[in-house]
C-alpha cells in the first residue's frame, strides 16, 4: 500500500517545482496585470479604485492604440509568410546531399549563436542610411529609420533574423524524419522535386509546421525589442507596435493600468489567432 501511495505521489512531486515557478512568474503576474487593468493605479503600483472597463473605453478610443494595432496586424501579415517561406527553403537547400549541406546548416543555424541585443546593434549600423554598408553596397540611398516602408521593410528583416535559426532547426529536422525508402518509391514512380515535397515532405511535415506557425504569429505579436533597438517606434508611430506602446505608458509615463489592459488585448488576440489555428490544424494535419 505504502509502495502504491508513493507512485501515485512521485508524478505529482516530480511536477511540483515547474508549477511553482509558473504560478509565480507566469499565472501570478497575469492575474495581476487583468486586476490592474480594472483599477486605477498609483505610480507605487497600488489599486485604487475600480473603474471596469474604462481602461478599455479609453483606450480604444485612442489614436495612438488604432495606429499600434494597424502596425503590428500589418508587421504579422508580413513577417509570418515571409519568415515561414525562408525558413522552409532553407531547410529544403540544407536536407540535399552535398558537399555544401553541413556549411548551409551551419550558416542558418548562426544566428542563434549572437544576443539579440548585439544583432540590433549590429543590424543598425548596417542599415544606416549614412555610414550604413547595405546602402552603400547596393549604391541606394534608402532611409531606413525615416520612411514608414523601409522601416516597416527593416522590422520585418530584423524579425526573420532573430526567428530563423530555431525555425530551420525544427523544420530541417522534421525534413530528416521523412523515410528515405519513401523517396526512393517516390523517384522510382517518376516524381519530381516539386511532387515529392507536395505530396509527400508537406503532409509529413505539416506538425511541425503548424507549431513553427504558431510560435511565428506570437513572436510577431510580441514584437518589442528590434522596435526598441532599431526604430523606437518611428517614424511618427510607424513602427509603434502593442508592446511597445505598452512599454511606453507602463515604464515610460508610469501609467500601469493603462499598460496592463493593453497587454491583456494583446493576449487575448495571441490567444484568438492560436485558438482558431489550433482548430483548423484538428481537421487538416495528419499525426503519425
Not at 514584437?223 to 515610460?252: A, C, D, H, N, W
Request: proline share 4%.
Amino acid at each position: 500500500m505504502k509502495k502504491r501511495n508513493a507512485s501515485l505521489i512521485k508524478p505529482y512531486a516530480l511536477i511540483l517545482p515547474a508549477l511553482a515557478l509558473a504560478v509565480v512568474f507566469a499565472y501570478r503576474p497575469f492575474i495581476l496585470t487583468l486586476l490592474n487593468s480594472l483599477h486605477t493605479v498609483s505610480l507605487q503600483g497600488q489599486r485604487l479604485t475600480f473603474v471596469g472597463l474604462e481602461n478599455y473605453q479609453r483606450l480604444f478610443a485612442s489614436q495612438s492604440f488604432q495606429a499600434s494595432l494597424s502596425n503590428t496586424l500589418r508587421f504579422t501579415l508580413y513577417f509570418v509568410p515571409t519568415n515561414l517561406i525562408i525558413c522552409l527553403g532553407a531547410a529544403l537547400l540544407s536536407n540535399r546531399k552535398g558537399k555544401l549541406a553541413a556549411l548551409n546548416q551551419v550558416f542558418f543555424f548562426l544566428p542563434m549563436a549572437v544576443g539579440l541585443s548585439s544583432s540590433m546593434m549590429i543590424l543598425k549600423m548596417m542599415f544606416n542610411p549614412s555610414i550604413g554598408i547595405i546602402n552603400q553596397l547596393f549604391g541606394t540611398d534608402i532611409q531606413w529609420f525615416n520612411d514608414k516602408h523601409a522601416a516597416m521593410a527593416l522590422l520585418v528583416m530584423a524579425g526573420v533574423y532573430l526567428d530563423i535559426g530555431l525555425n530551420f532547426l525544427l523544420l530541417h529536422a522534421a525534413l530528416r524524419n521523412v523515410p528515405s525508402e519513401l523517396h526512393e518509391v517516390a523517384k522510382i514512380e517518376g516524381a519530381n522535386g516539386f511532387q515529392i515535397f507536395r505530396y509527400l515532405q508537406a503532409p509529413l511535415i505539416a506538425p511541425t509546421f503548424i507549431f513553427v506557425l504558431m510560435t511565428n504569429i506570437k513572436d510577431a505579436m510580441l514584437i518589442s525589442s528590434p522596435v526598441l533597438i532599431l526604430t523606437e517606434g518611428g517614424p511618427f508611430r510607424s513602427t509603434q507596435t502593442l508592446v511597445y506602446q505598452m512599454y511606453l505608458e507602463g515604464f515610460k509615463s508610469g501609467n500601469y493600468a493603462m499598460g496592463s489592459a493593453i497587454a491583456t488585448v494583446v493576449f487575448l488576440l495571441t490567444l484568438s489567432a492560436l485558438l482558431l489555428l489550433l482548430h483548423m490544424e484538428r481537421r487538416r494535419v495528419y499525426y503519425q
